[in-house]
Every structure is written in C-alpha cells, then in structure tokens.
C-alpha cells in the first residue's frame, strides 16, 4: 500500500471511480456506485481488505505516470533491472456495465510480473465464494459478484488469487475486471484493447466541446476531466471526492465521508461548466439539485446521495485502521442532519444563475424558490452549523447570513428581471435588513475587518465570499480590510487556512491543513479588488500544488509538503477552473456574480467548441 494520498491517480466511469497507486495497485474501489460499500479498501486499511496489484517483481528503479492526453486512461511505466513496462489502466465509459480494464505492454527486456488480487466486499470485512466459470474466475458475496478474465494463468494462494508471467518487449497481457448483481447473467466478455480505444475517443470527444481558452489550459482541461469523472451520469449529481476517510491532518480523527453530492458547492459548479461551454452538464446537475431538493424547506439538507437519498447515517467501521492509522473510518454523515442557512443562498443562486444563463427551466422552480424564500423569512436569524460543519453549538455565523441576504437579493431579481411574481417589497426590506445586520454585528470596526461569528473577533476564509456574491463592493473599505486582515491572520506558509487553530468552533482538535478552495477564493477577491498581479501569483502557486499527473486535493500540510483530505476534491478543481476563467479574461465568474447577476453569465451563450466537431457527442457513448 501507497504511503500518500498523493501517489495515487484516479480512473473512473461516471458512476464510480477507483484509486490506483504508483505501484500498480488499485487500492480503492467501491461497486457499483461512487457511495457503495468498497470491494478494494486497502487504502484506508492493509493489503488483506482488498486491492489488485499487477507489478514488475522486485525492486523498482523508477516510476513515471501520465494520463493520456485529454483523457482519464492511466499510463504507468515501471523500470526494473530487468526492463521497463507500461502498465495503462482505465474504465471504459459503457452506460450498462462496470469493467476495470488493465493491460501490461513490454517496453525494454524480460521483466518478470506477479498479480495480487485481493477481493473483498463491505469494506474489507466479507470474503467471497470464489470459482471458475468458463475460463473465468468469479468471486462472489451476497448481492455481488466480480469476474476476472485473462490469459495468464492464475491460482489461489491464502485467500488471494495470484499469477506470475514474464513479458517481454512487444507482448501484451490484458486483464479485464468486471462486476455485475449476483443474481443476474454473466456479462458478454468485452474486447480490452478495443474498450480502451473507444475509451479514449469518447473522452478527447468531450474534452474538445470545451471552450476555455486562457494561458492555463491544461490545468483547466484536467480539472473539467475530474468534474466529469465525479458526475454520476444516471442522476447528473457530483460528489465532493470518490473517498471516505482521507485525513486532514495524518493521525487526526477529522475523517469523513465525502462519497456524496453537496448543495453548498452547487453555484460554484454550475459556474465552472457554463463558463466552459458544458450546458448538458450544468443542466443535468441544475435538475438533480431540483429533484434532491424537493420537499417542505426546514427539511432541506446540505447533502445527499448520489441519487438524491437523504438516510446518510454516519457509522464508525472499527475493522479498518484508516490511512496511515487516522482513525476512525466513517461512512455516512451526521452533517446530513445538520441547520445550515447558506445552502438555502447557494441553491437559489443556483438556480437565479441557471435563469440568468437561459437553461429551459422546471415549471416548479420559482413555487420552489418561494417557499424557500418564505422560510428564511422566519428563520434567517437563527443560529445554524454554517459552511465549516460545526459539530458544536450552532452559532450566529456571518457567512450564513451573507447567503441568505444572497437568497433574497436572488428571489428579487428574478421579480425585477423575469417578471415573476412574489412580495418584493416585503423581500427588500428584509434584504436590507439583513445587510444592516451583518455590518453592524458581524463587522469589527475597530479591526477594519468582518469576524467569523457575531460578537467574536475570530476570522474566516468564508468572508473572502462578501465580495464574490456581490454582498459589498470588492473595493469597499470594509472588505479590503477583510481581505487585508485574512492575509495577514489566515495564510499560513503561503496558503489559506478556514480559521485560526486556536478557534474551536467546530469542537474538534485543530488539525488540518490550508484548505485549497479557499486560496482560490482570496486568488478571486484579489483579482475583483484589482490586485490582480497578486492574485496571479497567488493563483500559480496554486497550480503548482498537484500530484504527478495533476490531480488535486482538498488541504495541503506546506511545512511537511504533504497533500491532505478526500482525494481528488471536486470543489478544489472547481475552484481552479472559476479562477482561471477570472483571471483570464473580463466577465468571469466571480465578476458576474458581484454584479448581482444582472448580464448573461460568462458561457451562457455557448462559442462553437474547438478540436471537435459542433456536433455533440457523449462521453458515454
């Protein structure tokens, strides 16, 4: 097992993904969606709850991996003293199935191989009944069952199925992994070679519809690769990471389960694939917010399954140690049950920016937003659990109240611009109430600088969204001097802390790293202020912040340079692609959102796509 996060890649079909380590091993896979039980959990465990390695034997002199060119297919070449070979795995992107395909190509030499399978369900804890089937061999447990084929002859050695082959320059040994319901028929086999072309086809087909065009292109295109991987396509929503349980500070006890879809992140990602000229995209995670959703306002969660279920009872699984024995390893989150008052602004946000942007829109949509509306008018100033999740007492958090002024200013616009019907003189009113309130009880006058909570003194990387959401201008004295002042507080070693160490709002030991988006966010309000200069910098660094083959994770540990949290994070590759869009040109995200979404949002007009044809092809084809 990979002693990392950040020497793992990711491969993925958009209903699930798995980890893949620089070894050769797959040491994270759940089936058959992103939030089911895993049947590879050697990640957050030991090699015996479940993994599949294919490596060269012995020592390895180097290691050097590549994803193809504006694709998810992995290529990992390994040197030994013996010769070099190249290891490509991939998922092909089949609508019906879910197949893991690996295959070893002799570079230079004879390099002898072995294969470690390692199968196991419920994260590690259920051994499968395994046999063989018509040259194939079949593991199965309860509802599950997983069939491995290849020419390479295997056997069974302590609950692990094991093969060893050497292969030479020129040769080529496919394994293809497939899983499928117990209950239903055997799959038809599938060629391997052929499903990794189709593979990369389809994925350069989606990636030439981008219409991103600024000096950070690659880092753009890889980002919107990992937001498509982390679609689940039958639904269209996104989880935050394919993970549970990846540290934010190794050894900690901060590790949750981020295997689900957030409505917080909900404007910024809308924002990402508009401004990259991915309507069907946005559309689709626009209807899932709609139907997840759906239902009486106080019951509104901050997160749900991938199919808009809302029982995501947290549980402790004590069998497993965790990542470098970070325990526990939860599954579910409690934060589910949680009052958390801005999700109420970025799903209305949401759904005002999908309006502005000329999406068909759901004839449901506005009675929703109303009764939305109606609800914060009764409860903004409640204190809630905010942004940051807090596990202790709900507090009156100035971020919160920021949103909902955002969920009026919102509703009123859509009044004003769009002709819907609603009380928007009762609406203004209460907005401006709002904004009195946060200047004067979430403001420190004397500090020149908004706090984190009422009353407190205590800063917050949340406020770096005051100017972003078009609450202040980005030049007001009042956010200059939170800008300023979270500079000087908040960045540590280079890079944006939620909060101070010392504060325990959450009530939980401090230990985390800088949490990236919000770097990007200081990168976006620098840039709105005119520091533009400083926000390149800024930004570039950021850049710099990735793996080998440029993924991105949620915290970053800068004095022991150690990447942190679920991985890859969703939000971080978000954020990138909002602050390159800004950086690059005029009208970006966040300058259309500080307007008061009041023009057609950047990419609300699609530009016709470069290096594919106008005609619109899916990725799952």
Request: hydrophobic content about 40%; proline content about 5%.
């Amino acid at each position: 097992m990979s002693s990392h996060i950040e020497d793992y890649a990711l491969i993925g079909n958009m209903r699930t993904a798995a980890l893949v380590s620089r070894d050769g091993s797959i040491d994270w896979l759940c089936l058959p969606r992103f939030d089911s039980p895993a049947c590879f959990a050697a990640l957050l465990g030991r090699r015996r709850h479940g993994c599949f390695q294919i490596a060269p034997v012995g020592r390895h002199r180097a290691v050097r991996r590549r994803y193809r060119d504006r694709t998810l297919i992995l290529e990992t070449e390994i040197d030994t003293a013996e010769g070099t070979v190249r290891i490509t795995d991939c998922m092909p992107l089949w609508p019906d199935r879910d197949d893991i395909v690996r295959i070893v190509d002799g570079m230079r030499g004879r390099v002898p191989m072995r294969m470690d399978l390692v199968m196991r369900f419920d994260y590690g804890i259920a051994i499968p009944w395994v046999h063989r089937v018509e040259g194939a061999l079949l593991a199965t447990a309860g509802p599950h069952t997983i069939e491995l084929r290849t020419p390479v002859a295997t056997r069974g050695e302590r609950y692990t199925t094991v093969a060893e082959f050497t292969i030479g320059r020129g040769q080529r040994v496919p394994f293809v992994l497939t899983h499928f319901a117990s209950h239903s028929p055997r799959p038809v086999p599938i060629d391997p070679y052929a499903a990794v072309d189709q593979t990369e086809l389809a994925w350069r087909a989606w990636c030439g519809l981008s219409t991103y065009e600024g000096e950070w292109e690659d880092a753009v295109s890889r980002s919107l690769i990992v937001l498509k991987a982390m679609t689940y396509a039958p639904t269209g929503g996104i989880v935050a990471a394919p993970t549970t349980s990846l540290p934010e500070r190794i050894g900690g006890i901060r590790n949750w389960d981020y295997r689900y879809c957030w409505l917080r992140d909900a404007t910024f990602t809308l924002y990402a694939l508009l401004v990259s000229g991915y309507r069907d995209e946005a559309r689709a995670w626009r209807e899932w917010l709609l139907r997840a959703a759906a239902g009486r306002p106080q019951d509104l969660q901050v997160l749900y399954g991938v199919a808009g279920e809302r029982q995501l009872v947290e549980l402790e699984l004590g069998w497993l140690p965790g990542f470098r024995r970070s325990a526990p390893v939860r599954i579910g989150n409690k934060a589910a049950t949680q009052l958390q008052l801005d999700v109420y602004g970025e799903v209305i946000d949401a759904l005002s920016l999908g309006r502005t942007a000329g999406l068909e829109q759901n004839a449901d949509a506005w009675s929703f937003q109303r009764v939305l509306l109606e609800f914060l008018e009764t409860n903004w100033d409640a204190p809630d659990n905010g942004i940051w999740e807090i596990r202790g007492d709900r507090q009156h958090l100035t971020h919160s109240k920021v949103m909902v002024w955002v969920a009026l200013d919102r509703g009123i616009q859509a009044i004003e611009r769009f002709h819907l019907d609603g009380p928007v003189r009762r609406w203004r009113a209460l907005r401006d109430e709002i904004h009195a309130t946060v200047c004067k009880r979430g403001f420190d006058a004397r500090r020149n600088t908004f706090v984190q909570r009422f009353g407190a003194r205590d800063l917050d990387a949340s406020l770096l969204q005051i100017p972003l959401v078009g609450f202040l201008p980005p030049t007001d004295s009042r956010v200059l001097g939170t800008i300023a002042a979270i500079e000087r507080e908040l960045v540590i070693d280079g890079f944006v802390m939620r909060y101070l160490p010392r504060n325990r709002v959450d009530g939980l030991p401090p230990q985390e790293g800088a949490f990236l988006p919000c770097s990007f966010w200081l990168a976006d309000a620098m840039a709105l202020a005119g520091q533009k200069k400083d926000a390149t910098v800024l930004f570039e660094r950021l850049l710099s912040l990735r793996n080998d083959v440029g993924l991105r994770y949620e915290e970053y540990d800068a004095r022991k340079r150690r990447l942190l949290g679920n991985f890859p994070q969703t939000l971080t590759h978000v954020a990138l692609v909002n602050s390159a869009c800004n950086l690059s040109r005029r009208g970006g995200p966040s300058e259309h959102r500080s307007s008061g979404m009041t023009e057609e949002p950047p990419g609300g007009v699609a530009r016709k796509p470069r290096r594919a044809s106008t005609k619109r092809r899916s990725v799952s084809a």
